[in-house]
Structures are given as C-alpha cells and as structure tokens.
C-alpha cells in the first residue's frame, strides 16, 4: 500500500490541492503545510480579514479569513491559518499554528486544531483535538473524538501497511488520515498514523490503531449488559 491522496480524499474539495503529491502517501503534506501556508498568506498581502470576525474573538496577523466566514465570539486563532468561505470557528474554539479550513466547515465549542488540513465540509464542532492531521471532504467527528498525534514512547510515528509490517512515516507527530464522508463516534480515539478510508464509521468509544478499509466498520467494546438493582 503507498497511500495516494486520491484515495483517501477528494481533491476537487479544497482549494489547496497543490499540497498534496500524487505519487507520495497522502501524510506528506503535512510536512509541506507550514511553507505552503507562508506563501499563500503572502500572496494576499493585507487583505486577510474579508468575513466576519467579532471584536471579542482573539484572530493573529498571519490569519486569513474569506468572505463568508465567521469567528465567533471568545474564538481564538492564532494563526498562521487559512479560513475557507462559510466556515464557522465557534466561540471556545482553539485554532493554533498552521491549520487550513476549508469551505463551509464548522469548529466549535472546546475544539483544538493544531498543524492540520480540513476540506469543504467537515464538521468538527464538539470538545475535539485534531492535530498534524488530515480530515477529507465531509468528514465527521462527534463530540469528544481525539486524534492523538504523539506516540508515547516519543518516536516518530509508523503506519501499518495491511500486511503486518510498517511504513517509517518520519513524523514525530502525525495524527490521523480520514478520508472522505468519514463518521467517528463520541469519544473515539485514533492513535498516532490511524488511517480511515472513504466512507466508513468508527463506533463510538472506539479506540482505533491501523488502517481501516474504504466503506467498512469498526465496533469495539462487549455485549452490554443491564441487570436489576439490588
């Protein structure tokens, strides 16, 4: 497996597509993010702020916010970022370093985004981590998901390629690919390098290492049991 980026995401859904190589695993892009950002914010100049940004809201110099969008009260955004038309940051929410939104996206309350990439679409709006990752078009996480990007033992982080073996990715952090039209449930975890096809779910409470197939499920945890108060 080498991962293209076409088979994870829809690249006709971001207007950043020049980060990512067709002949190279989706992640490295990641490691691309921070001079590509760099020079799209210096191609705007001084016109960064276009869409809605409330005087309450803590918005950085090297952020760029597209007619259309929104920063909420008590939102901060540290910036450098790039805030895609009809997206809404939601007051609480944290943006820090080096994160790309897409289009009509929405982060909200208790969310933290760090070195991260998300397409048109996605909906990350509840008590949410998301860094040195990828989210693909109409990606979904529900309240509480944790995309861990740091190993605990510090080392850089490996994805497995589906055969029992594993791919030395260079990252010391590297959180998670979910691609396209993706849904993880409540307080799921991904753990460092997880990969997520196209279409899939993570069931709630899940806590998911590894590659998950295109169009498949993961479930975790027993049969639940209910019996009588005594």
Known sequence: M?????????????AHADLFAPDEPVWTSLSRL????????????SSLQQGSVHPRAVVGERV???EGAEIEANAVVKGPAWIGSGTVVRSGAYVR???IV????VLGNSSEFKHCILFNRCEVPHFNYVGDSI??????????VICSNVRLDREPVKVRDGAGGFIET???????????????????????GAILGRDCLVYPLTSWQGVLPERHIAKSGGELRVVERR
Not at 102 to 105: F, H, K, P, V
Not at 170 to 192: H, M, Q, W, Y
Request: negative net charge; contains cysteine; hydrophobic residues 40%.
């Open 102 to 105: 897409g289009e009509n996206c």
């Open 34 to 45: 921070v001079g590509y950002l760099d020079e799209r914010l210096d191609r705007v100049g």
């Open 64 to 66: 760029f916010v597209a």
């Open 170 to 192: 260079g990252l010391k952090k590297f959180g998670a690919i979910i691609g396209d039209r993706t849904e993880v449930g409540c307080n799921a975890v991904l753990s460092p």
């Open 135 to 144: 989210l693909g078009f109409r990606a979904h996480l529900g309240a509480g």
């Open 97 to 99: 370093e080096n994160v």
């Open 2 to 14: 080498n991962f293209p980026p076409a088979a994870y995401l829809d690249l006709a859904e971001t």
